[in-house]
């Protein structure tokens, strides 16, 4: 047994430990996740004015401070008691902003954080086994993803075309929030009862123009298909199979033009959707399309036992056709991204938030009261530093992640989870593909698919709330009564681009906060063990892979465990927050600090 830890995964948001247990055939046999800061928001806000906690959380994550923003105000929308009388024109503007975060951290992931993995030199040396077709496949992939300042074997690599493209879109992306939230990161628009800033004709025309150039590149990078085509043939398909043969139909059109000249480039229609989409599945590339090979990433990061994971989804992007309000607990059905639970066979629940606990059995927290609720939840670090040591095992406590549960069960969070909830035909379609080939519905291929198709279905109903749903005119915001904070509570429950968040709030009897809890997607997916024992959902997605790239085919390295790159990357962690302390001396703690 070798133990294999990769400490920092890097390419991520935040301080992520992934430690693993590997067998002598390179299979992994027990995996710890450890979130290496402590996230000290929940005290902070303590005693605060309630208003405050809307700007205060966007210092959570410095790559989706929208969507904490977002979260927060919800919760406040809530306690102040005007959830259903926020205008219809502030929730679409509230879409838009989380739209366009949304898009521009998937495509941060997809380009600058996880696709630089695929230019990892394991691959050449599988590839280079396949003669001319395996070269011109690695060629691609070098030549598409690999990312500034790189070198293979002491040896510069050009930066990929992709990679180096998707930047000044990230920037764009990032202008055209700007523009209508006064600045990101840390937005000042969003504020309980609606927003604060309302957008005129000319920002609705930059916006489009952002947009537009947006679109651009996508067309020239992403999908080689007209985008119009590929709604309406997945997004819209009548069902899941259509959706999955229409891809499979256009993959077998590209195939049959590309094998026997070895032309897997843009010219000859290969974009990069389409090119992961034919050559990251083993059923899909090797069984369906007849390829000689693929990188086989439905083949790791799946899940062993259904009955120990579930998919959540809170919901997200208000259904702005109901007109002014919302429901705070999101039922099913309610926003255009449906709230909703799917088992680990697939199997549909209706979602009740009333069902989530949080569990710190195996973190460096005090355990005193057990699972709690978040609107009861407790956030006591430990503060002495002997107690705090990542390498006791998974019998130990060792992260500062709490394990947050449904009914008990682990469940990933994300665009798998989401698009699964709201039964989005493509990937509907491949996860019971999957499902009835024995292979796990969840993998490190259809997180990375779900991820490109929400970003493609975000990126359609974008231009509608943009110029059809928003009206300059109309009202953004009702008054809030500052008294009805007094003794009363408040729920946010949102959809970050990396999956469910919540935001809980109590006030006292003086209208300040008396508690504030948030648990994060990354809560979720990088779970540790809960009091039970039961791994979270990286844990367990780690547990059964093999560790090298295409199924260990070349043999174990353990130097170079490219499939927990995969693998923890997939989930798009983000472990970041932007004040954190932790005090190695052990003698300023407990301590007060003021957040400026």
């Keep these: 047994m070798v133990n294999v830890t990769v400490n920092p995964l890097t390419r991520i948001e935040g301080h992520l430990s992934v430690d693993t247990d590997v067998d002598a055939n390179g299979v992994i046999t027990d995996s710890r996740s450890s979130c290496l800061i402590f996230r000290g928001f929940e005290r902070i806000l303590q005693k605060q004015d309630p208003r405050d906690a809307a700007l205060l959380t966007q210092r959570i994550c410095g790559v989706c401070p929208i969507s904490h923003g977002l979260a927060s105000t919800n919760a406040l929308d809530d306690l102040y008691g005007v959830a259903d009388q926020v205008p219809k024109d502030a929730l679409v503007m509230r879409n838009i902003f989380q739209g366009l975060n949304t898009i521009a951290s998937h495509a941060t992931h997809i380009y600058v954080l996880w696709g630089p993995d695929l230019a990892n030199p394991a691959y050449r040396n599988v590839l280079a086994t396949l003669g001319d077709t395996g070269n011109a496949v690695w060629k691609e992939m070098v030549g598409r993803f690999a ?26 992306l990032q202008e055209a929030i700007a523009l209508i939230a006064g600045r990101m990161p840390g937005s000042v628009s969003p504020y309980p009862g609606g927003y604060t800033y309302k957008a005129n004709v000319g920002d609705i025309v930059k916006l489009s123009s952002y947009y537009l150039q947006v679109m651009d590149f996508v067309s020239k990078y992403t999908l080689q298909v007209p985008f119009d085509a590929w709604i309406a043939n997945t997004y819209k398909a009548s069902s899941p199979q259509k959706a999955v043969s229409f891809v499979v139909e256009h993959l077998k059109g590209l195939v049959d033009k ?21 050559f990251g599945s083993e059923l899909v590339g090797e069984t369906l399309l007849g390829l000689p090979a693929s990188l086989k990433h439905d083949k790791i990061g799946g899940y062993s036992d259904p009955s120990k994971i579930a998919f959540l989804a809170y919901g997200g992007f208000y259904n702005t056709e109901n007109g002014d309000g919302y429901d705070p607990t999101s039922p099913e059905g309610d926003r255009f991204q449906t709230s909703g639970i799917v088992t680990g066979k697939l199997e549909y629940q209706k979602f009740d938030s009333s069902k989530i606990t949080e569990s710190v059995a195996h973190s460096f927290y005090d355990d005193s009261k057990g699972d709690l609720h978040p609107t009861v939840g407790e956030t006591i670090p430990f503060t002495d530093p002997a107690k705090i040591d990542y390498t006791g095992g998974s019998d130990s406590k060792y992260t500062w992640d709490k394990a947050p549960r449904y009914e008990g069960i682990p469940c990933e969070v994300g665009p798998l989870s989401r698009m699964l909830a709201m039964k989005e035909p493509l990937v509907t379609g491949l996860a019971l593909a999957f499902n009835e080939k024995g292979y796990s519905a969840a993998n490190v291929y259809t997180r990375m698919m779900a991820r490109i198709q929400e970003t493609v279905i975000i990126a ?38 990396r999956g469910a968040l919540g935001h809980w709030i109590s006030a006292g009897s003086d209208g300040k906060v008396a508690n504030y809890q948030a648990i994060v997607p990354s809560s979720w997916n990088m779970s540790p063990r809960d009091a039970a024992g039961v791994p979270g959902p990286l844990e367990q997605s780690l547990i059964g892979s093999k560790i090298n790239a295409v199924g260990n085919i070349l043999g174990v390295d353990y130097s170079n465990p490219v499939s927990i790159f995969h693998i923890g990357r997939s989930y798009d962690p983000c472990i970041s927050c932007a004040v954190h302390t932790i005090d190695l001396t052990g003698k300023n703690a407990p301590n007060t600090l003021r957040i400026v």
Excluded: C, H
């Excluded at 059809?468 to 009805?484: Q, R």
């Excluded at 904070?485 to 959809?495: F, H, I, P, T, V």
């Design 147 to 172: 990312p500034i300042s790189y070198k293979i074997d002491g040896q510069s690599v050009p930066v990929g075309s992709s990679y180096i493209a998707a930047i000044p879109e990230k920037k764009r």
């Design 258 to 278: 590309s094998l026997t000249s070895n032309d897997f480039s843009r010219e000859a229609g290969w974009g990069d959707a389409e090119f992961y989409a034919a």
């Design 460 to 497: 359609n109903e974008l231009l509608k709330w943009v110029t059809v749903d928003y009206d300059p005119n109309g009202k953004i915001s009702v008054p809030i009564d500052l008294s009805a904070a007094k003794n009363s509570q408040g729920m946010g429950l949102w959809e970050a681009p």
